[in-house]
Structure formats: C-alpha cells, structure tokens
C-alpha cells in the first residue's frame, strides 16, 4: 500500500515553523495538499505559510506548544473539526539539550521527554481513531540516529529519542492488518537550527570544538576516527522522508549514508559501536570540561 499526497491531504506537521518541519511542509504543498503548520513561534509559522500557498498547497496555522497535552488535544481536535481528515501526519518537532548527567536538571529531563516523546503520544493517541475510522494514513516520528546509539552530554534528548522509537515501534504492532502506517525517521546532521537551539547551550558548538580535536586525539592515540556523516540540508533529508511516506509502509529510515549500519552495530555490540567513536567522545568530554571551567 502507497501513501500518496494529492491535492485532497491533509498533512499535519508539527515543528514546521524552520527547519526539516518547513521543508516537509513545501514538499507536501507542491503535490496540492493541506498542510497544517504547527509550532509555537507564530510569525515563522506564517513565513512558511506564504511558502506553502507559493508551492501550490493551502495552510492552515495552528500556533501550540506541544510539549503540553492540552495543546496537542486543541490541535488534533481542530484539523478533525474544520478538515474532517487526516492523511499525513509528521511528528518532527523537536529539541535538543546540552549537559553531561549529574548536571541534567530534572525540568531539562522533563521537557526533553516532554516536547520529543510525549507530544508524539498525545498527538497520536488522538488523532489515531480518525485514520483508524478512515483505514487510511501515515503517521510518521522523526526521531534520530540518537533513537538507537548513545551520544553524550545530551542523554535525556538521547533517552527521549529512544523512547520515540520504541512508541512506533508499539504502535505499528497495533496497526498491523490496517491501511494506516507508522514509520520512524532517523537523520543524523541536519543543518538547522536545531543545534544551536538546544536547552542548556549549544550543542552545535561542542561538536564544533570536539571533531578537530578528535583527529589529534585519534592519532596520538592510535584511535580510529569516528565515522562522521556528511551534513545534509533540510531539503535533502525531506525528499528522502517524502519518498519513504510515498512508499507506504516501510522500515524505520535512516537517512543519512552508513548509519543504520551503526545502528544495528549499536543494538547487537555496543562496545564496537562505542569504539568507533572513541576519540570523538574523549574530543567531547575535553571540550565540555573546559566549557565547565570558563563558565
Ligand atoms: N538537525 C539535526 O541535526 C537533527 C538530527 C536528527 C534529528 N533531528 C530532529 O529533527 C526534528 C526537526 O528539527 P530541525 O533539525 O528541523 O530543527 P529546528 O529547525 O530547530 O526545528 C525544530 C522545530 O520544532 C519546533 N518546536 C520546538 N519545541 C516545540 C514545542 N514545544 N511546541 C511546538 N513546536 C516546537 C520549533 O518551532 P518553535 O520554536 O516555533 O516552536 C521548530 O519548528 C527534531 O525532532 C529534531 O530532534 C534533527
């Protein structure tokens, strides 16, 4: 079974205010869809609106905080009132944090589980028996390579990630023998501003101080270097994700080259997942300690 988007979707979208969001957004409105936009900051959201009529589709802004459950009832009780359908439906909003775990406070824990995991079940869990009545749709999750191999200095947006995985992971188990599908996205490096908007600091910049560092400490040490993948732009990675919605029912994606390699590297032997990326952890936590230092 395909999910096509035509002129007659309805494609919710949340984070859709920059980033991957937005780009999905445009991709969706050159076929002719609805496309609801929902995020927080309105004035962004209304840029990409403009984009969207521009491509062809019609939006429809919702501004919400998803990291509430209230909010994200208003927003699916809205589409299903005004639209009466929902075809598509992308969970992408999402942050980052930055912080080693003794120094994760736990409202940071709380709002990465909150705005990266707990919005995707409340959306669902909402929005689930319109497709289920309809026997048509795709709910898609973007997750991370960080849903299934460790990063560190971000472990509640690593754990939250995980759990977003093992929610569509369940749910596909309760959709089998239905028209309505569930997949999970995985990329590795966007860029967005997703880096640089992590609770805590930038996590961008650490990764920015830690990869030259990574190369000396690899050679000193005799270390393989970490199999870094390639950066991709927001739009490339949303053709990638457009295609695997278009191909209906389909395995967690890993966008990016090579990583779902590691990934199941990850799953089956940790310690030779951990290894290849040796010096870029001791690169990490070097330049994290010296953050710490200078305040
Ligand atoms: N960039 C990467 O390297 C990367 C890699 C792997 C996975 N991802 C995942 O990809 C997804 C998209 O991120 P991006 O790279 O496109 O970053 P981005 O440009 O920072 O976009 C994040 C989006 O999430 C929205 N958002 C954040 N908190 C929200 C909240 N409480 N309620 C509603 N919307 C909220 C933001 O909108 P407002 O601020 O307007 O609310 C924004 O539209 C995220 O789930 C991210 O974790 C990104």
């Given at each position: 079974m395909t999910s096509n988007i035509d002129s007659s979707s309805v494609v919710v979208i949340t984070g859709a205010s920059s980033g991957l969001g937005a780009a999905c957004a445009v991709r969706c409105a050159r076929k002719g869809a609805t496309v609801v936009l929902v995020a927080r900051r309105e004035d962004r959201l209304r840029e990409v609106a403009l984009r969207v009529t521009d491509a062809g589709g019609s939006a429809v802004v919702i501004v919400a905080d998803v990291s509430r459950e209230a909010e994200c009832i208003r927003v699916v009780d809205s589409v299903a009132t005004t639209l009466g359908r929902i075809d598509l439906f992308i969970n992408n909003a999402g942050r980052g944090n930055l912080a080693s775990i003794e120094n994760t406070p736990t409202e940071q824990w709380r709002s990465m589980f909150a705005v990266n995991v707990d919005s995707v079940f409340w959306l669902t869990a909402r929005a689930l028996p319109l497709m289920k009545k309809a026997n048509r749709g795709h709910i898609i999750a973007i997750s991370s390579v960080a849903g299934r191999y460790g990063h560190p200095f971000n472990a509640a947006y690593v754990a939250a990630k995980h759990a977003v995985m093992g929610f569509i992971a369940a749910l596909r188990t309760e959709l089998v023998g239905t028209n309505v599908h569930a997949t999970c996205i995985c990329p590795a490096g966007i860029i967005t501003e997703w880096a640089d908007a992590t609770e805590g600091g930038s996590i961008g910049a650490l990764y920015a101080a830690a990869i030259p560092r990574s190369r000396t400490i690899a050679r000193e040490r005799g270390l393989s270097m970490a199999p870094l993948t390639r950066m991709m732009s927001a739009e490339e990675c949303a053709d990638i994700i457009m295609s695997a919605i278009e191909g209906g029912r389909t395995n967690d994606?890993?966008?990016?080259?090579?990583t779902h390699e590691l990934a199941v590297q990850a799953v089956q032997d940790r310690c030779t997942q951990e290894d290849a990326f040796e010096a870029l952890w001791l690169a990490m936590r070097e330049s994290y300690e010296q953050q710490e230092r200078s305040g």
């Amino acid at each position: 079974m395909t999910s096509n988007i035509d002129s007659s979707s309805v494609v919710v979208i949340t984070g859709a205010s920059s980033g991957l969001g937005a780009a999905c957004a445009v991709r969706c409105a050159r076929k002719g869809a609805t496309v609801v936009l929902v995020a927080r900051r309105e004035d962004r959201l209304r840029e990409v609106a403009l984009r969207v009529t521009d491509a062809g589709g019609s939006a429809v802004v919702i501004v919400a905080d998803v990291s509430r459950e209230a909010e994200c009832i208003r927003v699916v009780d809205s589409v299903a009132t005004t639209l009466g359908r929902i075809d598509l439906f992308i969970n992408n909003a999402g942050r980052g944090n930055l912080a080693s775990i003794e120094n994760t406070p736990t409202e940071q824990w709380r709002s990465m589980f909150a705005v990266n995991v707990d919005s995707v079940f409340w959306l669902t869990a909402r929005a689930l028996p319109l497709m289920k009545k309809a026997n048509r749709g795709h709910i898609i999750a973007i997750s991370s390579v960080a849903g299934r191999y460790g990063h560190p200095f971000n472990a509640a947006y690593v754990a939250a990630k995980h759990a977003v995985m093992g929610f569509i992971a369940a749910l596909r188990t309760e959709l089998v023998g239905t028209n309505v599908h569930a997949t999970c996205i995985c990329p590795a490096g966007i860029i967005t501003e997703w880096a640089d908007a992590t609770e805590g600091g930038s996590i961008g910049a650490l990764y920015a101080a830690a990869i030259p560092r990574s190369r000396t400490i690899a050679r000193e040490r005799g270390l393989s270097m970490a199999p870094l993948t390639r950066m991709m732009s927001a739009e490339e990675c949303a053709d990638i994700i457009m295609s695997a919605i278009e191909g209906g029912r389909t395995n967690d994606v890993f966008t990016h080259k090579d990583t779902h390699e590691l990934a199941v590297q990850a799953v089956q032997d940790r310690c030779t997942q951990e290894d290849a990326f040796e010096a870029l952890w001791l690169a990490m936590r070097e330049s994290y300690e010296q953050q710490e230092r200078s305040g």
